[in-house]
Structures are given as C-alpha cells and as structure tokens.
C-alpha cells in the first residue's frame, strides 16, 4: 500500500475512529461543524488553499445534508463586477452592487425579514430555463454561462424589478473559465478541481448508526473531462448561497452523497 494512504489510515485509527463528533458549542444548523471537526482530527487546517488537504489526499466529509462539495468556486466574471453593465447595479462598492443583483435576480427570504438571495430557486440549472429566466450552459471551450432571459422570467413583477436595460435575451450574469484564462489571470474551472482532486485521490470517513466514525474510504484522482460530464447531466451541480448583506459569492459546486459513494474504490475499518 502507498505510504501516504498508510498514514492516513493510521491517522484515522489513532484520532476518529469510535469517536463521535465533538460539535459542542458550534452552530447546531451548520452542516460543515463535523467537517471542521473531523479536519482536525487529522492535523488540517481550515484554510484558503485549494490545494489537496493531506499527503496528496482531498479530505470530504459526508454531510448530513446529503450532498457533498467540491469546492467553493466563484465565478471568474460577474455581471456586476466586470463589463458594460455595471453601473445598472445600484452602489458604489462591489459588495453594494453585489446586494443589488441579489435584487433583481433573486428572490427575499421572509424568513430573514426579506433579505434577498441567489439561492434556491433562482439559482440556474443546466437544461432547462427556470421561473427566474435562468439557465447554466456548458459553452464548446467548456466555460460554464450563467444566462438570463426576459422572456423566460416568470415573475409577474418583473417589469418593476428588472430595469429596463437589463430585458435581454441571453445576459451573462456570470461565467466559470473552464479551462483556459483568457485574460491570465484567475485559475479555470479544471484548475480548481485538479488541485484538490487529482493528486492522489480523496478520502472520507463514514459514521455508523451511533454517529460514531467506524470506517475510511479512498477514491480515485478526479480529473476535469470526467467532472464536466458529471455537470452536463446534473449530477454536479451549482448550489449558490449568495445573499445580500454578504460580500462572499458562497459559489458551491456539490452533489450528491450516493454519486460520492459511487467513486469510492477502498474501505478500511
């Protein structure tokens, strides 16, 4: 067996195994507490870098939710940020102008008093517009193309909330580099993935009934030509949290927990 997989495996047997998450004090509806739990059990810490988590290995942890991230990645161009178009979002910071679009291509959340967000249901899916006129296109350089569509905007209010120079047909509202930069700058799509996953492989650890960690599974490098697949029939997909009020784009690219345990290769108990 490879060495680095060797102390992994000890790592796992040494700090997690048996164990059931400490999580007191954390935030009881944060999905990533047991992550960050887990990540320190094995020596790593939270932190920016998009590089592999531990001896070559990305670290995931299966979340109760039941979709797992790949990573958080921003797109390369907003709407609002680069273009002709940004003096139509209200504000003179990014941030401002950032809340702006979360405005006009959002939805409010009554629930946190009318804060407005791009998640849930107008955050764009491949194949088929949604009731907020957008769509997630992989283009034929393997960019992926967040477009809007007036026409394809269901909301009755629509005249109200979109501003006029903004009734387009196909609007890029944002773009992901797949990969090549064309400017140089800001790492593709097939470079954010292949930092984390295509060195030596993944790891994740599995619970039990008592919540307690009982075994480690391995799987392979995840190279981009596989991913992009995986994004074509929605597999993976693109799960925004961007709201108003937060300057982080919260840019997920996840999917589901059964697809994580379809790439599994090896299991240690």
Same mark, same amino acid.
């Given at each position: 067996?490879?060495?680095?997989?060797?102390?992994?495996?000890?790592?796992?047997h040494?700090?997690?195994k #048996?164990? *059931? !998450?400490?999580? $007191?004090?954390?935030?009881?509806?944060?999905?990533?507490?047991?992550?960050?739990? @887990?990540? /320190?059990? =094995?020596?790593?810490? /939270?932190?920016?870098?998009?590089?592999?988590?531990?001896?070559?290995?990305?670290?995931?942890?299966?979340?109760?939710? #039941?979709? *797992?991230?790949?990573?958080?990645?921003?797109?390369?161009?907003?709407?609002?940020?680069?273009g002709?178009?940004? $003096? @139509?979002?209200? #504000?003179?910071?990014?941030?401002?102008?950032?809340?702006? =679009?979360?405005?006009?291509?959002?939805?409010?959340?009554?629930?946190?008093?009318?804060? =407005?967000?791009?998640?849930g249901? !107008?955050?764009?899916? &491949?194949g088929?517009?949604?009731?907020?006129?957008?769509?997630?296109?992989?283009?034929?350089?393997?960019?992926?193309?967040?477009?809007?569509?007036?026409?394809?905007?269901?909301?009755?209010?629509?005249?109200?909330?979109?501003?006029?120079? @903004?009734?387009?047909?196909?609007? &890029?509202?944002?773009?992901?580099y797949?990969?090549?930069? !064309?400017?140089?700058?800001?790492? *593709?799509?097939?470079?954010?993935?292949?930092?984390?996953?295509?060195?030596?492989?993944?790891?994740?650890?599995?619970?039990?009934?008592? #919540?307690?960690?009982?075994? &480690?599974?391995?799987?392979? !490098?995840?190279?981009?030509?596989?991913?992009?697949?995986?994004? $074509?029939?929605?597999?993976?997909?693109f799960?925004?949290?961007m709201?108003?009020?937060?300057?982080?784009?919260y840019?997920?690219?996840?999917?589901?927990?059964?697809?994580?345990?379809?790439?599994?290769?090896? $299991?240690?108990?």
């Amino acid at each position: 067996m490879e060495a680095n997989k060797i102390k992994i495996i000890d790592l796992f047997h040494k700090n997690v195994k #048996g164990r *059931t !998450p400490d999580v $007191s004090g954390k935030n009881i509806r944060h999905d990533g507490r047991r992550g960050h739990w @887990l990540e /320190a059990q =094995f020596g790593v810490s /939270a932190n920016a870098d998009n590089g592999a988590d531990l001896y070559g290995y990305e670290l995931k942890n299966e979340t109760t939710s #039941g979709k *797992t991230t790949f990573g958080d990645w921003s797109a390369n161009e907003y709407i609002f940020k680069v273009g002709p178009c940004i $003096s @139509l979002f209200s #504000g003179n910071s990014k941030p401002e102008k950032q809340d702006s =679009f979360c405005r006009i291509f959002g939805k409010p959340n009554k629930e946190k008093g009318g804060r =407005f967000s791009w998640s849930g249901s !107008p955050v764009p899916k &491949i194949g088929h517009f949604n009731d907020f006129g957008q769509i997630l296109v992989i283009e034929d350089n393997f960019d992926i193309t967040a477009y809007y569509s007036y026409s394809e905007d269901k909301r009755p209010d629509k005249t109200i909330i979109v501003p006029y120079q @903004l009734r387009q047909e196909c609007l &890029i509202l944002a773009r992901w580099y797949g990969v090549i930069s !064309p400017t140089g700058k800001g790492k *593709t799509l097939k470079e954010k993935l292949e930092d984390k996953f295509d060195d030596l492989g993944w790891f994740t650890c599995k619970t039990g009934h008592s #919540g307690a960690y009982y075994k &480690i599974c391995f799987g392979e !490098p995840v190279v981009f030509e596989n991913w992009i697949k995986f994004v $074509s029939n929605g597999t993976v997909y693109f799960d925004s949290g961007m709201y108003e009020g937060n300057n982080r784009p919260y840019s997920q690219w996840r999917a589901n927990n059964d697809y994580w345990n379809s790439l599994i290769t090896e $299991s240690y108990e």
